[in-house]
């Protein structure tokens, strides 16, 4: 007997710093939803501060999900994500609550929406060799013999992201089939679920001063204090939760190598650049809302509508 087609997504998106959380809190508190977290940084326990995790007045107003909830030495990957929002979907559709998810990471979105690859078979003794050639040879070796056996794969990793390039090639030596291919069989038999997709913006120069005062406000309310603890526990800077916007910048200083106010530069640059990144992701989204929260008129209500049409 078919499955009853799973109830649509209600997903609320866009670039870093543009209110997105604010905004979240507001629609879920009239219609009393959860809010499901899409952003990678905020799964990590112990940087509230500097990945703009809600506050507990924040969180005490509407129940939220998939923050805070992982060790910093934790991998945290889009498989897992995927696996631990479709628990709460399931489970807050059996107690009959509406969940908004909201966040910034476009991959989590996506596969949220599109499902996830379940994953060619692995194998320990070519994973391991391919990581002693890239220490060996570096990572643009491995990237150009990529490139000549799986083209379509290669092009979509990002240039330093060493991890999947090697899972990559893992796959092709122990199938002889490009993971692309893998990738182009799996959707095809993979069934989209429905989803209600908007996404909020602001204009650049607005958005720009959104994410210095940002930067500046996380820096006075103690930021530089949590990179410390995050340092001290000895966390390699190449651990992923190390990746997060600004944290790199501020180990610098407690190393004595840069200066505050450098450090403030440099991370406004980076997310400045983050935020043009996402939100070229977000123009790519099929039937995606674009709403301008600085256009005249009431945002906050085009959205509720827009998102819980129905209620």
């Given at each position: 007997m078919p499955q009853p087609p799973a109830p649509s997504l209600r997903i609320l998106a866009g670039p870093t710093a543009v209110g997105k959380t604010a905004l979240a809190i507001e629609l879920a508190r009239r219609h009393g939803a959860v809010i499901l977290s899409a952003d990678?940084?905020?799964?990590?326990?112990?940087?509230?501060?500097g990945t703009a995790q809600p506050d507990t007045a924040q969180r005490a107003a509407v129940p939220h999900v998939l923050v805070g909830h992982v060790e910093p030495g934790e991998e945290y990957h889009v498989a897992r994500f995927?696996?631990?929002?479709?628990?709460?979907?399931?489970?807050?559709?059996?107690?009959?609550?509406?969940?908004l998810v909201c966040g910034g990471t476009g991959l989590f979105l996506k596969h949220l929406v599109q499902g996830i690859f379940a994953g060619a078979p692995r194998d320990a003794g070519v994973r391991a060799r391919l990581e002693q050639e890239l220490e060996?040879?570096?990572?643009?070796?491995?990237?150009?013999?990529?490139?000549?056996?799986?083209?379509?794969?290669?092009a979509?990793?990002?240039?330093?992201?060493?991890?999947?390039?090697?899972?990559?090639?893992?796959?092709?030596?122990?199938?002889?089939?490009?993971?692309?291919?893998?990738h182009a069989r799996d959707s095809?038999?993979?069934?989209?679920?429905?989803?209600?997709?908007?996404?909020?913006?602001?204009?650049?120069p607005a958005l720009v001063e959104r994410i210095h005062r940002r930067v500046d406000d996380s820096l006075a309310a103690g930021w530089l204090g949590e990179a410390r603890q995050l340092m001290d526990r000895g966390l390699p800077?190449?651990?992923?939760?190390?990746?997060?916007?600004g944290y790199r910048e501020l180990f610098r200083v407690l190393r004595g190598e840069w200066t505050l106010d450098r450090a403030a530069d440099e991370i406004k640059a980076r997310t400045r650049q983050f935020a043009r990144r996402q939100r070229t992701w977000f123009r790519a989204?099929?039937?995606?809302?674009?709403?301008?929260?600085?256009?005249?008129?009431?945002?906050?209500?085009?959205?509720?509508?827009l998102l819980f049409p129905d209620e």
């Open positions: 990678s940084m905020q799964v990590y326990r112990g940087m509230e501060i995927v696996e631990e929002a479709t628990a709460v979907l399931d489970r807050e559709e059996a107690a009959g609550r509406p969940v060996a040879g570096g990572l643009d070796a491995l990237r150009a013999r990529l490139r000549a056996v799986d083209p379509t794969r290669e979509e990793i990002n240039p330093n992201d060493a991890m999947r390039v090697v899972r990559a090639l893992e796959v092709f030596e122990t199938t002889g089939v490009p993971m692309s291919e893998h095809r038999e993979r069934q989209a679920r429905p989803a209600r997709y908007v996404v909020v913006d602001r204009p650049r800077d190449d651990a992923q939760a190390c990746k997060a916007l989204v099929p039937d995606a809302e674009w709403v301008d929260l600085d256009e005249a008129g009431d945002a906050v209500a085009r959205i509720d509508a």
